[in-house]
């Protein structure tokens, strides 16, 4: 028999919300060649926008600036978004980490992303 595999809800990652309105903030997404499901770690270009954390890249790009909040489609340009950017308490285990990301590296950018007010903690 096939299984099915429930798609990740705001619920599954957001755990706690500050106020609604302040918590979550609208903003652009840099393009992406695959999906991107709600709880990639995202990174802030210097233009503003936000794409996933490339622990191998060079700052800021290798920073936890927000979680992503929405989940979004491949695209050849940028792309409106939903992001938790701050006031927010976060399920560790649903967080969307780079292939290859080590334990120091997600470890910095958990400490990274509570300096901005987003605490992860375990959900179950």
């Known amino acids: 028999m096939p299984s099915y595999n429930q798609p990740k809800v705001l619920g599954d990652v957001l755990l706690v919300e500050v106020k609604a309105g302040w918590t ?12 991107l499901a709600i709880g990639v770690v995202l990174a802030q270009k210097a233009d503003g926008e936000f794409t996933p954390i ?3 890249g060079a ?5 936890a600036a927000a979680v992503l909040a929405t989940n979004v489609d491949e695209s050849a340009t940028a792309q409106k978004a939903v992001f938790i950017k701050r006031g ?5 285990n649903e967080l969307v980490w ?6 120091e590296q997600i470890k910095t950018a958990l400490a990274e992303l509570e300096a901005l007010g987003i605490v992860a903690q375990n959900a179950h």
């Open 88 to 92: 927010a308490t976060v399920a560790k």
């Open 24 to 35: 979550k903030q609208n903003g652009l997404l840099s393009a992406t060649a695959v999906f």
């Open 54 to 56: 490339d622990f191998a």
């Open 98 to 103: 780079p292939e290859g990301a080590t334990d």
């Open 59 to 63: 700052a800021p790009l290798n920073k």
